[in-house]
């Protein structure tokens, strides 16, 4: 830990500030709307995300409205964000389905683990809500993200499936579907 945070999260977001970044191969430009139980509500901002050649995905957030602090942030497996029904209640972006994980891991290890290849560095809000710092994550490029989605959780993410599973991110609040036309 370090000032509260996770060390790998600020190693990642450390890094990301003090690199120049070759020239991506491929941009994406994901908006993210807010999601609740009822619906899939106003625009939060965007997401960029860049190829790099050297250290995996820039991943460039200008989202506003966040609670501040950290948040879990992962990729997930469809490209979908409505609610659906689990257990006889509606829960927000539950369409997005699991973090993706195409070696069927079943584990959360975090950007740098061998976990889920959807786990993204925890997203940092200030204390106004927005999102200032961009990261990197390795085991990813550009096209792994297209077909699914990018989903911001209200509570920060340790990494592990304990004491909480999927790393206690709980609620969903923001998704953005990834899809060929997010390109720029």
Do not use: W
């Not at 491929?26 to 009822?38: H, I, R």
């Not at 960029?48 to 942030?73: M, N, Q």
């Not at 964000?81 to 539950?94: H, I, T």
């Not at 200032?132 to 920060?156: C, K």
């Amino acid at each position: 830990m370090y000032n509260g945070k996770p060390l790998v999260s600020v190693i990642l977001l450390r890094v990301a500030g003090a690199i120049t970044v070759a020239a991506p191969a491929a941009d994406l430009k994901v908006t993210m709307y807010k999601v609740t139980a009822n619906r899939v509500g106003e625009s939060m901002g965007t997401i960029e995300f860049r190829d790099s050649s050297d250290f995996g995905v820039l991943i460039i957030p200008k989202l506003h409205g966040l609670t501040p602090g950290l948040h879990g942030f992962h990729m997930h497996q469809n490209p979908a964000c409505e609610p659906q029904v689990k257990d006889g209640k509606p829960v927000a972006g539950l369409a997005a389905g699991g973090h993706y994980d195409p070696a069927n891991t079943g584990r959360h290890e975090g950007p740098v683990g061998n976990g889920h290849l959807g786990d993204l560095p925890a997203l940092l809000a200030d204390p106004e809500g927005n999102t200032p710092m961009a990261m990197f994550v390795p085991r990813l490029q550009v096209p792994d993200l297209v077909g699914r989605s990018v989903v911001v959780h209200a509570d920060g993410d340790n990494y592990s499936d304990q004491p909480q599973p999927l790393g206690g991110g709980g609620a969903r609040v923001a998704c953005g579907v990834v899809s060929v036309e997010s390109e720029d």
